[in-house]
């Protein structure tokens, strides 16, 4: 959840509630720890920052059919 989190905040200007709600993580602060723990994690795991990159290539191609 924290990688979606991550891109839903980046490539929109969704409210954290509203993103905490879709996402069922509770409350707003859940989803700014999310997105902490995301940053701390990319850092130094190799595997999880293989997934980031995947998962960034996967929504730029969708954001590309989706406006073309």
Avoid at 8 to 37: C, F, N
Avoid at 55 to 68: A, D, H, K, T, W
């Amino acid at each position: 959840k924290a990688m979606l989190v991550r891109l839903i905040r980046k490539q929109t200007s969704m409210p954290l509630e509203w993103i905490a709600k879709e996402l069922t993580m509770g409350v707003r602060s859940s989803v700014s720890r999310a997105d902490h723990y995301l940053t701390n994690e990319l850092k130094e795991n190799k595997k999880l920052q293989k997934i980031w990159r995947k998962m960034q290539q996967i929504s730029s191609s969708y954001l590309e059919v989706e406006f073309i």
